[in-house]
């Protein structure tokens, strides 16, 4: 069976794709290290360093019979979705058209695609957030995003493959990129540990739903062991405010500095907090992970694999 990540580069890419060399199979990732590193990739995996809108990505379908397609490249960075509109929709969407052309036109069995909970749901009246729940997108991320999980529903119908739509929370671990402006906790973790100033946007009260990579690729694993498809929630269903997050990983590098208070930035929300009631009923998967041991967890690799 012939596997396809794309943005295996990436930090949840790289964690699934190690997962299933370890199951052996046979991994082909296509990733155009845009925010995923080379050294994140499975030397057991075949590499293509390719952009998901690149019309030669019908040639990776050709090469190699693709059973499954995980598809997580993105933009991921809300703020680019607003200032680079136009690189978000041609990424995002057109690239994620591109590769469910090739997908349905090259016959695979079934796809799985990393939506994000906060990006679709967006603020809501109740919490935490239930897959029943209205979508209310409040950034071109969140849309784009929406916009996906609609075109893979379309072309399921059209084509008849299992589709598994992640609705994700906030993930952290090792590997997250603090280059990119999303992943709040690698951003203070590398910053921590290099001794530098820390800006927190916004009164620092945001809540998030931090949910730890294992608990994620476990989440996903039980949901293909199960064979099951649609719209999953995947969250601990718990919320962490930023400041909350700065207390418990100062301690974590005996950090002497103040955050630096700026203004809040436009497409944040104040609140995220996802429900995962609906996979654990079905699978009884519940994360394993509480915010102060996964911290603990990310604190320590970061200060032994990049300081
Ligand atoms: N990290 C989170 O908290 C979170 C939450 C919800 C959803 N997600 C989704 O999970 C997926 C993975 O996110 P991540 O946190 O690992 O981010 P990441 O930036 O580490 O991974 C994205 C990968 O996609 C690659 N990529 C970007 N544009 C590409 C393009 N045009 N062609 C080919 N490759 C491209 C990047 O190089 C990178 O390796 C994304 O789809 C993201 O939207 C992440």
């Known amino acids: 069976m012939n596997v396809l990540v794309t943005g295996g580069a990436g930090f949840i890419g790289s ?4 997962r299933l060399i370890k199951e052996n199979k046979n991994v082909i990732i296509v990733d155009n290290l845009s925010t995923g590193l080379k050294e994140n990739v499975n ?6 360093k390719m ?12 090469n190699h019979e693709i059973d499954t397609v995980y598809h997580l490249a993105a933009q991921i960075d809300i703020r680019k979705s607003l200032s680079e509109i136009e690189y978000e929709i041609d990424v995002n969407i057109k690239g994620s058209v591109n590769l469910l052309v090739n997908a349905a036109k090259y016959g695979i069995k079934e796809i799985y695609f990393t939506s994000s909970g906060g990006g679709v749901y967006g603020e809501q009246e109740t919490y ?25 529903l379309c072309f399921q119908k059209l084509y ?10 906030n993930v952290y ?26 800006m927190i946007y916004g009164s620092g009260e945001q809540m998030r739903d931090f ?13 293909r062991e199960e064979n099951l498809d649609g719209i999953f929630n995947i969250s601990t269903g718990k919320t962490t405010t930023v400041n909350n997050v700065f207390e418990m990983l100062k301690k974590e590098f005996i950090y002497k500095r103040t955050p630096i208070y700026l203004e809040k930035r436009p497409g944040e929300l104040m609140k ?13 998967w519940k994360p394993k992970f509480s915010i102060e041991k996964g911290l603990k967890a990310t604190a320590k690799w970061f200060k032994n694999n990049r300081k």
Not at 51 to 62: E, H, T
Not at 128 to 152: F, H, M, R
Not at 160 to 169: E, N, Q, T
Not at 211 to 223: G, L, P, Q
């Open 15 to 18: 964690h699934l794709v190690d």
């Open 43 to 48: 030397p057991s995996a075949i590499f293509y």
């Open 51 to 62: 952009d998901i809108r690149s019309l030669n990505l019908k040639k990776i379908f050709q």
């Open 128 to 152: 935490p957030t239930t897959e029943e729940n209205s979508v209310n997108p409040e950034s071109p991320y969140g849309i784009d995003k929406l916009a996906i999980e609609k075109y893979i």
């Open 160 to 169: 008849g493959f299992k589709a598994s739509i992640l609705r994700l929370s």
């Open 173 to 198: 671990g090792p590997r997250q990129n603090p280059q990119s402006e999303a992943g709040v906790i690698a951003i203070f973790t590398n910053r921590m540990l290099k001794d530098k100033k820390i």
């Open 211 to 223: 949910v730890y990579i294992d608990d994620v690729i476990n989440v996903i694993f039980t949901i």
């Open 272 to 284: 995220s907090q996802l429900s995962y009631k609906k996979i654990a009923g079905i699978t009884g």
